[in-house]
């Protein structure tokens, strides 16, 4: 095993996630994806691995990933690799509308995808890591500026982004006093010509009144392809003062 850097990447099977294991695979770096399918553009190869899995029950991925970590570390030799990085992108956008007429359901598989797993999955991976002495851990949690400006029609979707950021302030504190600590931070990514997109234009405009700031967004060109945001997330998580504020974007 020769790759120096490994990457632990949820929601990596299609648009921000593909395009951000792409780019790292192209890089040379060892990628675990974690999504709910198999990417298919994804080449399969000695430095991917993808596990089809169900982020919406995070304790058995948790576990899974735990040990996973103890078996790569013993395949390297008791070597681990210089660059360790965690990315949480997976989200589940429930139906846009207002909150006392989505589905409760729908509303609790969110928040578990978007919230309680990228804490739980994080609780593992700085526990398998922990005692990987030199090598260089970082956690990037995929935020949105609707963590940071609240919007009718997503409420559960705003709730996951902000948790994500205070969860980053506060774990990066943690971190800090740790010899070694992981650095931590929660990005948001900028827009994106996404799935999510498409289904914030496509919502119904009596239940979700931001519609029309969504149509404007595509029809005046202002996403970023996947693979464009891709890059800028990369580039942020690998500068050297990263993790230097908790909570950032891509944009400055």
């Given at each position: 095993?020769t790759a ?7 929601g990596a099977s ?6 951000i ?8 770096a060892f990628?675990?994806?974690l999504?709910?399918?198999h990417a298919?553009e ?6 991917l691995?993808?596990?089809?899995i169900?982020l919406?029950?995070?304790l058995p ?5 735990g040990?996973?970590l103890?078996e790569?570390e013993?395949r390297?030799?008791g070597?681990p ?8 992108n997976?989200?589940?956008?429930s ?5 006392a ?11 578990r995808i978007g919230?309680?797993a ?10 398998a890591t922990?005692?990987w002495?030199g090598?260089?851990?970082r956690?990037?949690?995929v935020s949105?500026g609707?963590?940071?400006?609240a919007?009718?029609?997503?409420a559960?979707y705003?709730?996951?982004?902000a948790?994500?950021d205070?969860f980053?302030?506060a774990?990066?504190l943690?971190e800090?006093?740790r010899?070694g600590g992981?650095?931590?931070a929660?990005v948001a990514p900028?827009i994106i010509?996404?799935?999510m997109?498409k289904q914030?234009?496509?919502?119904d405009p ?5 519609r ?6 595509h ?27 908790p909570?950032?974007?891509v944009?400055?």
């Amino acid at each position: 095993m020769t790759a120096d850097t490994l990457v632990i990447l949820t929601g990596a099977s299609r648009g921000l996630g593909q395009g951000i294991a792409a780019q790292y695979l192209a890089q040379g770096a060892f990628v675990l994806g974690l999504a709910r399918h198999h990417a298919g553009e994804l080449k399969a190869g000695d430095t991917l691995e993808q596990w089809p899995i169900d982020l919406s029950d995070p304790l058995p991925v948790a576990a899974r990933l735990g040990a996973w970590l103890a078996e790569f570390e013993a395949r390297a030799g008791g070597n681990p690799p210089a660059k360790v990085r965690l990315i949480h992108n997976a989200a589940m956008l429930s139906e846009p509308g207002d909150i006392a007429g989505s589905d409760p359901a729908d509303l609790a598989q969110s928040l578990r995808i978007g919230l309680e797993a990228p804490v739980v999955l994080t609780a593992a991976y700085l526990r398998a890591t922990a005692h990987w002495a030199g090598a260089d851990r970082r956690v990037l949690f995929v935020s949105s500026g609707l963590g940071r400006r609240a919007m009718a029609g997503s409420a559960a979707y705003c709730a996951q982004k902000a948790g994500l950021d205070h969860f980053a302030r506060a774990l990066a504190l943690e971190e800090e006093a740790r010899p070694g600590g992981a650095r931590v931070a929660s990005v948001a990514p900028g827009i994106i010509d996404t799935d999510m997109q498409k289904q914030l234009r496509g919502a119904d405009p009596l239940r979700f009144p931001e519609r029309a700031r969504f149509d404007e967004f595509h029809r005046s060109g202002a996403l970023d392809t996947p693979a464009t945001a891709a890059g800028k997330l990369i580039a942020l998580l690998e500068r050297d003062d990263y993790g230097a504020n908790p909570v950032a974007d891509v944009r400055g």
